[in-house]
């Protein structure tokens, strides 16, 4: 048997998008870190528009998706769901493996589910320019692609080490129009004071954050898009997972396990949250397992605590498993998991333990990238590999036990953007970037304090 | 109103393969070079498995796709066809734009279509390994991924300048596990003699497909498969179109000019083919355009004579539109469309005014490549870059006519590995590269005299 693919057709991408907020016992507001009070829509207006602000803080279970962003979505969507059957054979295993592919998108990943609303809303609300960070370039290329569609300017804060590893997504912001600087950069007093302390800062998301949120709060007519972390991106990204539940409908199987890669955690989210939400009302239960890399750990070695989701402290103050907002994480690949912290709705969720995490090193996910390339055909985003690696992982702890269980993962986003690094892996040229805990204490003993705490 | 996309379902996937040599009132036959006289399966089955062979000489209209080909089909088709919307809007025009896109398959193009199933082949005739040429290194990456799923080594050997342009599909082969080397080599006597003769040689489709035969011809257990060019390749592209005319019936429409980019001439085959047989059976008239580029003209400036298909002279005869096998092109960025000739089957179409030709030049291809590229939101190939510059013309002509017409074009591919030319072309360092024609002169003059002629 070969690999089964699982198509849905037009009229069943979903109207809604799905937020889990409205179906979770608790989650600790974002806080104005100013006063310590909640944030409200009025402070998030300053770099959103409003419609983004209320989706933020809502806790509506579903939230229409605008007729015109649907329409768009259906150049990609619905993506195939897969079932493995030559990794499966590959490894041996009984375990059903299944997999989401989110490359099928223009920009080749799942980035545009989000990129694409926010361009409509911003749009809609009379914004002219949007500004972002951009770790590997996924989400970059996907806000340049959305801004091409509806005729805004985009400007994107690349984080340095990818700008240099990645040539070709730059390459690609710039067909979509848009214009991309390596960050830290010298545009902005947030990027003029890193580089001032540390002239080879290899940058970071959240300085890259800091440096797009700047732009946004000096200029009217510009705004912040946020790529992950945020509650509106997380909401956007729900599209994916709402499609899996009715394409395992198709399989008549139901996963045991879901497994996502999590850098700023929209892409988990987005897959694994419609699974979530069907055991919280009272549903079937599952494992959800955040698969993060061993050199960037916030859900494994992070503290729970208020914190920045940039590094010069522009934004509310996050609840979440957190490195602390001065983390400089290593220079690995999957440049787009090289965050400090985590969506407060997947902080919330494992606080809950309603899913766990793995941390997974770098090689043993190109070479689980390897196997799936040559057994599926198509080549993994590095951070993609993340939720391979564990998924082969577990099948083969399933083969040991001799246990058949479905296992559903998020393919993210396609590599082909990243055989530089394959090539440098296929020539041992890789190394693992191991977790540097005295760097994450540094960085933890300068979190925050919430006013009035 | 925005792009629409026309989906087919699994079922609706070709079951044969259509074979306009069953419609066309003559086909020259190929020639073995020694003899004069008709190449038959028996000279054939020296480099390829009987099956190919027969395919290669068939008359039959329908062959049909075995089982498993359309099974590994159905991972990435029916591909999507679109109505351009956006693009009609960008261009103010009131022709209705369609195009077919190939590029969702793992390898990036419509090349797997082929690629798969002489892997099929082979693998059921108990070939262990597969040689072959490429250029842009769309047909070696597609012939590495049929390798990696039959089990079969793959070697390729990739022209020169594409292998130094292009390192990152020269990664992706790796990454299915082939291996690839540049062309002209010093592994065949076919390379060593070029390489003596000129040892800066930026290489041909020609010299690379003279390797890979020379390699095919001295080992039981390796054989030779073609990317383009030969009967059973058009053969196998023909599901492209025969999907679109179903997607158009959706659509209620039907084209009245059919534009393919054209190299060896199988991604125009594949699509206009199935819409040539229509009328030839009585059905619609189709305009059809073959776009090549003005540095490699074979349709437009070359001779139509029997010539070789490589560049040492290891094929047999065809009758073709020719520049002559020893002529090398310039080293534009489409490389996929660097080939002397074109296949007989488009040669005989175009001798019998059932297509047209039209040479473009690279700068025009790249500014259609990047005006579709935001406003559809796919970056295409360089190779498709020149179906889209003439679809975009004649789109323009329709608008100053005021009349509308239905053009459909073939995407054959993305260009993910391709964005160091859209870098270079955005910085205005891409130049046009010319046709010479005292090197083509040079290069005719050479042309073979087949024996008893």
């Given amino acids: 048997m070969d690999t089964i693919k699982y198509q849905l057709t037009d009229n069943q991408i979903p109207t809604s998008w799905y937020n889990l907020a409205a179906d979770l016992p608790e989650l600790a507001p974002a806080l104005h870190p100013g006063t310590g009070q909640p944030a409200t829509v009025a402070d998030l207006v300053a770099i959103m528009p409003k419609e ?29 769901l897969f079932r493995a059957r030559r990794l499966e054979q590959a490894l041996g295993t009984p375990a059903r493996i299944y997999y989401k ?34 770790g590997a370039g996924q989400w ?71 440096e797009a949120i700047e732009l946004a709060m000096n200029d009217p007519f510009t705004n912040y898009a946020g790529g992950s972390v945020l509650n509106h991106v997380a909401l956007h990204q729900t599209v994916i997972g709402q499609e899996a539940l009715r394409q395992l409908d198709m399989a008549e199987d139901y996963p045991d396990i879901v497994i996502g890669a999590a850098g700023g955690g929209s892409n988990l989210a987005g897959l694994a949250f419609p699974f979530l939400g069907e055991q919280l009302r009272g549903g079937h239960r599952v494992r959800v ?47 787009g998991l090289r965050y400090h912290g985590i969506a407060p ?23 689980a990238g390897l196997t799936f ?51 440098r892996y296929l020539a041992g040229e890789l190394a693992d970037e191991g977790y540097d805990q005295e760097r994450v204490e540094r960085a933890l003993a300068d979190l925050p304090t919430p006013a009035g705490s």
Wanted: aromatic share 8%.
């Fill in 52 to 80: 983004l602000a209320e989706q933020e803080l809502s806790t509506e279970r579903e939230i229409e998706i605008p007729p015109v962003v649907r329409q768009i979505y259906a150049q990609w969507r619905p993506s195939p």
């Fill in 140 to 210: 970059g290329s996907s806000l340049s692609l959305a801004g091409a569609f509806f005729g805004l300017e985009v400007k994107v804060f690349m984080v340095k080490v990818s700008y240099h590893q990645k040539p070709y997504r730059r390459a690609l912001m710039h067909t979509y129009g848009a214009t991309c600087v390596a960050s830290p950069s010298t545009e902005t007093a947030a990027g003029r004071a890193i580089l001032a302390d540390d002239p080879d800062c290899p940058g970071s998301l959240g300085i890259a954050t800091s």
């Fill in 373 to 423: 390339a040559r057994t599926e055909g198509i080549v993994p985003a590095p951070e993609s590999t993340h939720a391979i690696r564990v998924a082969i992982d577990e099948a083969l702890r399933l083969k040991e036990e001799g246990r058949s269980q479905a296992i559903l993962f998020g393919l993210s986003g396609h590599g082909h953007f990243d055989l530089g690094a394959y090539e």
């Fill in 101 to 134: 592919y989110e490359g099928g998108s223009p920009a080749g990943s799942h980035k545009p589910n989000t990129g694409i609303a926010q361009a409509f809303y911003n749009k809609e609300a009379g914004i002219r320019r949007l500004a972002t960070e951009t």
């Fill in 345 to 367: 709705l997947v902080s919330q969720a494992l606080q809950d333990g309603l899913l766990e995490a793995r941390a997974v090193a770098q090689t043993r996910c190109f070479d």
């Fill in 289 to 335: 397992i955040a698969a993060e890399p061993e050199a960037c750990p916030s859900l494994t070695k992070g503290r729970i605590a208020y914190d920045f989701g940039d590094t010069t402290g522009l934004t509310p103050l996050l609840k979440m498993h957190t490195l602390g907002h001065s983390f400089i994480p290593p220079a690995i690949h999957a440049g």
